[in-house]
């Protein structure tokens, strides 16, 4: 109460009788000051419900003199107050409710708050009273960056469509004060081609230019540049189609490989550890079984993933002392050789042109599980990365009709991998067939369909909705019992991810399909459409569905099956935001406690969806809590999870609590493979690659990422039919979300530059009042350096402007004109 005039303190007790002297009052002037003065000791009062707040009332009567004069907090309980009265108002009246006086006092608070750092009550006033496109005319250059902080902030908690509207003002902001790389974050959040096209028409600046196409690759939403409404120079063609096209991706990872230090390929007993573990094993001789030497596969093609050279399958002298290494191979069976001919296309992740001749030799083999490998390693090649020749597309059409099944869904794999997110017109002409055809295998069919929904991802594209709606309604009844039914129903999932309520239609007819499939197609559209987007509405309504207990008897386990995606969808649905998540790891601890066996098996893969590589201890120790528990398939999924949220972080802890539990299982072979599979996951490109869908501070949510994801969430839910059973290249999919979790600068030509730059923990700085430090904890390091889920980057100093203000994957740098050598010392 300092700040407050005397006069004013000891008024306060008289409020009433200068009330009854401003009614007697009949000079105009005096009449306006008083008003004044009646406004202003009416703050301290209590509003009157179905009336004008009283301090509002009286500053309409008054003097109209500047607002400023009476102080902040005046201003703040007006804007309070415009708010109430404003849905007072409309309640009255409806839409005809009269608001030009609310309105002229709007036009005077909302200056004095942008002018006063109080940017985020400014937005508060706008939204309340549906005006937010006022904002644009008062922002500048010095409050532009606090005010698009809450606005896209905001965007999280509001219902929609007001989420696209506060996130369309914050793009029109930042086009305004020319901030490209901030609009561009926006517009991919927006999920809108056109207004992503528009940014990039909109920049001028070269260098800018080819930051956005770093931006647009990591995303996975490459532009078509040479034509369309992006179409550019040609002379600038060649860069900034490489850059979109992800083509240095693999030099990239290997510079930063070299740079740590880490290119010496890995054995998978150097995973595992043995001789750490207490000897339960059984003595004797070596046992060489097929399911551990599958898992040594898996290993194998996660730990060493990207580098070009292994010990197992690349290497001139054999891994194990025998005289050829083509023979590991053939130390799997049948299916598992499809696996181990795969994990030769993860090694040489990313490297079009050095790799696929080396996978060449297995496309002509006369075992058709290793052409089904070949054909998964030229899919796994191209992932996420585009060459202009366009490799995989040539080498994989022809076998997508081929006889054998083991070989066509090699291809159609592929196909899914190779043009994740690309929107490939001639693979959806290509897939739809083999999806009509009545005469193909259901796991064909929904291999396909997964395939579609990966490429297509996001894009309610018509063609393949209808042509899956169709197979779904016309496939026999007989059908409707196998687990793959429902990898054809994600399919049409992924077509919808996060594009909210434009589901709408499809989950119409999914209400008349039969009912075996109907309620769980219904969940699935539910669940993709909203996944990321935060809705709490929906979150409830999932919730709601995982805590019935169906009756049911022992052959109509289906009528569960719905639960176990609603789990999966609490998670995928809280993910967009920090509170969201915390919130559902609550509510999945009732779930673990009190839902049925179809709810329970979900939750792992749960965590594992809303933590992936983000191996926080209160995470890891309950799935270590699940990984032992009586059900069986509760303990599996919590096996495969705990790689999943370990995945590229090299987490001692987590490493030795997976050896811990390959002991625990050793006479498991089952739970075992999962232990050895995570262990795999744990070490990632040795420490390099990440699977987390997140990027740019946690804004965005890549969705090809976030596919590959749900695809091995789904197929964790039914592992004896996937996993560990002949469909174990599924856990392939995770290379779709593998991305290396570098910090890269280069300079303006690209040649990789050295800076320093300081590494530490993400500070929420939102509506912050002054310059408040964005990360804590920092350690200095040269660039290239790793950042892990939750970390934050800076410049050391101040000789290098970068082009995006948030520093991840490859930033261009470029020379600061103020920089004098002298500063640093």
């Known amino acids: 109460m300092t700040s407050v005039p005397k006069p004013l303190k000891f008024l306060r007790p008289h409020l009433q009788t200068l009330k009854d002297v401003y009614e007697k009052m009949k000079d105009k002037e005096n009449k306006f000051l008083l008003a004044d003065i009646v406004s202003l000791l009416a703050m301290t009062n209590a509003n009157v419900s179905g009336e004008v707040p009283e301090s509002l009332k009286y500053r309409l009567l008054g003097s109209k003199e500047d607002i400023g004069n009476w102080g902040h907090e005046y201003v703040r309980n007006l804007a309070a107050e415009i708010g109430t009265e404003y849905h007072r108002r409309m309640e009255q009246d409806g839409e005809g409710a009269s608001m030009n006086d609310l309105m002229d006092l709007v036009y005077e608070i909302v200056p004095f708050h942008m002018q006063h750092n109080a940017e985020p009550e400014a937005v508060d006033l706008l939204l309340e009273v549906e005006r937010l496109d006022v904002l644009l005319n008062h922002v500048n250059d010095t409050n532009y960056a606090r005010t698009c902080l809450y606005l896209f902030s905001c965007a999280n908690y509001l219902p929609e469509p007001e989420d696209a509207t506060v996130l369309k003002m914050a793009h029109s902001i930042f086009i305004k004060v020319g901030k490209m790389p901030d609009a561009m974050r926006v517009a991919l959040k927006l999920c809108e081609q056109t207004i992503i096209e528009e940014t990039f028409n909109a920049c001028t600046d070269l260098g800018i230019k080819k930051q956005l196409c770093y931006m647009l690759a990591r995303h996975g939403h490459p532009l078509k540049l040479d034509e369309g409404p992006c179409e550019v120079p040609e002379e600038n063609l060649d860069t900034l189609q490489n ?69 197992l399958l690349t290497s001139s002298e054999p891994a194990d002392g025998s005289s050829s290494n083509v023979s590991w191979i053939f130390k799997n069976k049948d299916h598992g050789k499809t696996s181990a001919a795969a994990s030769l296309g993860s090694i040489l992740l990313w490297d079009v042109d050095g790799g696929l001749p080396q996978v060449d030799a297995y496309l002509y083999s006369e075992d058709p599980y290793i052409v089904a490998g070949g054909l998964l390693a030229v899919g796994l090649i191209n992932t996420n990365v585009r060459n202009e020749c366009d490799p995989a597309y040539g080498l994989l059409y022809e076998s997508v009709t081929k006889e054998n099944a083991s070989v066509r869904i090699g291809a159609i794999m592929g196909l899914g991998l190779a043009y994740a997110g690309t929107q490939k017109e001639e693979v959806s002409e290509l897939l739809t067939e083999v999806i009509h055809d009545d005469t193909a295998p259901l796991e064909v069919v929904a291999f396909a369909a997964l395939s579609l929904g990966l490429v297509f991802c996001g894009t309610c594209h018509e063609d393949c909705v209808s042509t899956i709606v169709q197979t779904l ?205 995570a262990q795999g996951l744990v070490h990632m490109g040795k420490g390099l690659l990440t699977l987390s869908t997140s990027h740019s501070d946690k804004a965005l949510h890549s969705n090809v990422a976030l596919a590959g994801l749900i695809i091995t969430a789904f197929a964790g839910l039914d592992m004896k039919h996937t996993i560990l059973g002949k469909h174990h290249y599924m856990l392939y999919y995770l290379f779709v979300a593998a991305q290396p979790r570098m ?83």
């Open 243 to 311: 850059i979109m096209s992800n083509s240095d991706l693999t030099k990239n990872y290997l510079t930063l490989a070299r740079d740590l230090d880490v290119m010496e390929p890995k054995l998978p007993e150097d995973i595992y550890k043995s001789h750490l573990m207490d000897v339960r094993a059984p003595s004797g001789a070596a046992v060489d079984s097929a399911r551990a030497n599958l898992a040594s596969t898996f290993v194998n093609a996660f730990v060493n993933a990207g580098f070009g050279q292994d010990k």
């Open 473 to 677: 309604m016309l496939r026999p009844e007989k059908d409707h019992e196998n687990t793959f039914m429902h990898f054809l129903c994600l399919g049409l999932g992924l077509l919808f991810l996060q594009r909210q309520a434009e589901v709408e239609a499809t989950l119409e007819v999914a209400k008349t399909l039969p009912p075996r499939i109907s309620e769980y197609l219904q969940t699935v559209l539910d669940v993709c459409a909203y996944a990321g987007s935060g809705n709490v509405l929906k979150v409830q309504s999932l919730l709601a569905k995982c805590g019935e207990h169906p009756e049911f008897e022992e052959d109509d386990e289906w009528i569960a099956d719905p639960q176990s995606v609603a789990v999966l969808g609490v998670a995928l649905v809280a993910m967009g935001e920090e509170l969201g998540s915390d919130m559902a790891v609550r509510a999945y601890d009732h779930l673990i406690q009190y839902g049925d066996a179809a709810v329970k098996k979900a939750v792992p893969l749960a965590f594992a969806l809303l933590h992936a590589s983000n191996p926080k201890l209160d995470i890891t120790d309950l799935l270590g809590r699940l990984s032992h528990d009586s059900n069986e398939e509760v303990a599996q999924a919590a096996c495969l999870a705990l790689g999943v949220v370990g995945a590229g972080t090299n987490n001692a802890r987590l490493a030795s609590q997976l050896r811990q539990l390959s002991s625990y299982y050793y006479k498991e072979p089952s739970c075992l493979f999962l232990v050895r599979v």
């Open 743 to 825: 910090l890269m600068t280069v300079d303006e030509q690209g040649d990789p530059l050295q800076v320093s730059v300081r590494v530490g923990q993400a500070v929420d700085v939102v509506g912050q009042a002054g310059r408040p430090k964005t990360i804590t904890g920092f350690q200095t390091h040269n660039t290239p350096v790793l950042l892990a889920v939750g970390d934050r980057a800076e410049l050391a100093s101040e000789k290098y402007i970068p082009l995006t203000p948030v520093l991840e994957g490859v930033v261009i740098l470029k020379k600061n004109p103020g920089w004098v050598e002298d500063m640093e010392k």
